[in-house]
């Protein structure tokens, strides 16, 4: 064999080789490159869901103090009545007695929990504020005034345990940022 195509033959399969090596690299670089626009993408994704679950947590908190505060104006609102009357009597709360219709902001701030609450992952805070909304429906519900404040009292223990585990939850999560 001429040394010329000895030479020739080493050059080319030198090239294929090298070709064949470049190949190889451009493949593992063009991986590592999906993998950590995968992986971007997931920690994009997981920030998203954390931030909307707090606002959605913060928001909840907002919204079971204003469910809280409705349901004692209304509670209010009976035990005046009852001081008129001196009988045990619930009031109609509707867009005729107050300028901004204490009822309907009942509606509003009880449906504001639910929806809020419908949206968060822990199972704690959705019992705690499913239970919040039943105090303040059976409160409206009471047969006398010291039921109708023994089930404020109730409700206001309940509100207290859910704005808790929401701070707690908070806390974690800005912790594990």
């Known amino acids: 064999m001429p040394s010329w195509l ?3 033959i080493s050059v080319m399969t030198g090239g294929i080789l090298t070709m064949f090596a470049a190949w190889i690299a451009d493949r593992r670089l063009t991986e590592r490159e ?9 920690e994009r ?13 913060l928001h909840l908190q907002v919204a079971a103090q204003k469910l809280l505060r409705t349901t004692g104006a209304m509670l209010y609102q009976d035990m005046l009545a009852t ?3 001196g009988e045990w009597q619930k009031q109609k709360f509707g ?7 204490l009822s309907n902001d009942h509606l509003l701030h009880n449906t504001e929990t639910m929806l ?23 409160l409206s519900m009471s047969a006398n005034q010291q039921v109708a404040e023994d089930r404020m009292a109730s409700a206001a223990n309940v509100q207290q345990a859910l ?7 908070v806390r974690e999560m800005d912790e594990a940022v």
């Not at 999906?34 to 997931?42: A, G």
């Not at 867009?95 to 219709?101: H, K, R, T, V």
């Open 163 to 169: 704005i808790e585990r929401i701070g707690k939850l």
């Open 45 to 57: 994704f997981v920030i998203r869901r954390n931030d909307f679950q707090r606002q959605t947590l």
């Open 116 to 138: 809020l609450a419908s949206r968060v992952y822990d199972d704690e805070v959705r019992s705690l504020a499913k239970d919040l909304r039943d105090h303040s429906a059976h």
């Open 95 to 101: 867009e005729d007695l107050f300028d901004n219709g």
């Open 83 to 85: 001081s008129k009357s």
């Open 34 to 42: 999906r993998e950590r626009r995968r992986e971007e993408r997931r």
């Open 6 to 8: 000895a030479t020739t």
